[in-house]
């Protein structure tokens, strides 16, 4: 096996690490020609801490490419012990302001910037057309594709402008689904054609990359997008016109883990039209090795060619060298409160005479997004209990009952109903999707949970 074909293997492979400094064999890694790495939440104590980071890996290969999943809103790995400091995509979608989508994505750039992060995986080019996604939901610009399309479009050039690369997920689509790719591999049924929109939008405004979906489209393929040349060379690279970057989902996903299995993905992801391979979280350098050695072997065999390998490593070289000076962009203070504000929607009486109490109806966090760092009740300096004792502790405090995608979870909706029965006065939150709605005294909807979007309804919750 060539050292040179090793380097040509190892720079499509991206692998994650442990830790708020690079362990030696990522470092040594990186000597050897590694083409990126993904950074997630344990790699992240502040901004400044990631810059020391950033650096220290470049100071091994300059021009490695450091990614990370900065979607804002509920997904943010550079601020996630605080929540983010701009509203998710839903959000935007309903404010459906092109210019504050764009702004708000400068500012999410330039916050990369300042991180040494230079290819953000973002924007959520999915159209959230099936309510009972479990994965994308709010992460979507919306249900339209139309609307989703022109907001993928404004990200991708506000983002861009920070010489961040952006890259539009997840190719061809992962909205119209009801499974999530994290833990099983899910079909899209629907219209391919109206979930490719955003993606035209996206290429059309310059993408840099785009980041494939582990899913099966059905009526184009039975393999997983991820290792569909149908879809990766077919639509993507022929259809769509697209010669950027193509990135694949994390191949620890069980969607592809469990169904191709990760080194076996990897080549045939490389075959099918992606370049770079994104190992995901938990998979260090044993999996950097297993890969590598099975790109090699199927170079060797003549399985995978040669000038497929180049390819790809010539289009990784050439975003890297785009995005080899991200910088920080001046944008308005405060933007991303103020988008929050916006896409807030208020119906009756919110404000409460004194301090409320809170109660959390909310599942399991989104594996996307992880375990938030803040909350409602935290923002406003109040107690949070569980459904079972509220009433009995209001002691005269109105309840302000919090949900996530109430629609998804008949306990929530049931527990709510409760509640309101006991309280009448209670004040519903709704940070997801607005499907159901009680009837209540009082409704906020922040179409998120992102910080800023808790803290948009924590001022109108504040006693006047």
Not at 159 to 171: D, E, I, N, S, T
Not at 302 to 326: F, K, M, N, Q
């Amino acid at each position: 096996m060539s050292s040179e074909l090793e380097r040509l293997a190892l720079a499509c492979i991206w692998p994650g690490f442990p830790g708020y400094e690079a362990p030696e064999w990522v470092r040594r890694r990186l000597t050897e020609g590694l083409g990126g790495v993904c950074l997630f939440g344990w790699n992240v104590r502040d901004v400044e801490q990631v810059a020391e980071l950033t650096a220290a890996l470049r100071a091994e290969y300059p021009p490695v490419l450091v990614s990370t999943d900065e979607e804002g809103g509920d997904v943010t790995r550079l601020e996630l012990s605080t929540g983010s400091s701009y509203p998710g995509n839903w959000a935007l979608g309903v404010v459906d302001d092109v210019a504050l989508t764009a702004e708000v994505a400068t500012a999410i750039g330039s916050l990369c910037a300042r991180a040494g992060v230079n290819l953000d995986l973002a924007p959520c080019a999915d159209v959230n057309s099936n309510p009972a996604n479990p994965v994308i939901g709010i992460r979507s610009f919306g249900a339209a594709p139309e609307l989703v399309s022109r907001h993928v479009a404004a990200f991708v050039q506000g983002l861009q402008r920070c010489h961040v690369a952006a890259c539009a997920k997840h190719f061809p689509g992962h909205g119209d689904t009801a499974q999530d790719s994290h833990l099983e591999l899910p079909r899209a049924e629907g219209d391919i054609e109206t979930a490719l929109l955003p993606f035209r939008a996206a290429i059309d405004a310059g993408v840099k990359a785009i980041m494939t979906a582990h899913i099966v489209v059905p009526s184009f393929d039975e393999l997983p997008a991820t290792v569909s040349s149908r879809l990766l060379t077919g639509v993507l690279r022929g259809e769509l016109g697209f010669d950027g970057l193509v990135v694949t989902d994390a191949l620890e996903m069980r969607g592809l883990a469990d169904t191709v299995g990760v080194e076996e993905g990897a080549v045939r992801a490389l075959e099918a039209g992606a370049d770079a391979l994104c190992l995901g979280h938990d998979l260090a350098d044993d999996a950097v090795e297993s890969v590598c050695r099975a790109i090699t072997g199927a170079v060797g065999t003549g399985r995978l060619t040669l000038d497929r390998l180049t390819e790809s490593c010539d289009r990784i070289a050439r975003v890297a060298g785009w995005a080899s000076r991200p910088r920080p962009v001046d944008v308005a203070p405060g933007i991303g409160l103020e988008a929050a504000r916006r896409a807030l929607r208020v119906e009756g009486d919110v404000r409460p005479a004194g301090p409320p109490l809170v109660v959390e109806l909310l599942p399991e966090p989104n594996i996307a997004a992880g375990p938030p760092g803040h909350s409602l009740a935290g923002l406003l300096g109040v107690e949070a209990v569980g459904a079972d004792e509220a009433v009995a502790r209001a002691d005269g405090r109105r309840l302000v009952v919090v949900l996530r995608d109430a629609h998804r979870y008949e306990w929530a909706r049931s527990a709510t109903e409760r509640l309101l029965a006991a309280a009448p006065d209670a004040i519903v939150v709704e940070t997801g999707l607005t499907s159901w709605r009680p009837p209540s005294a009082g409704y906020i909807a922040t179409h998120g949970a992102g910080r800023v979007n808790l803290q948009a309804a924590a001022e109108q919750l504040r006693a006047h």
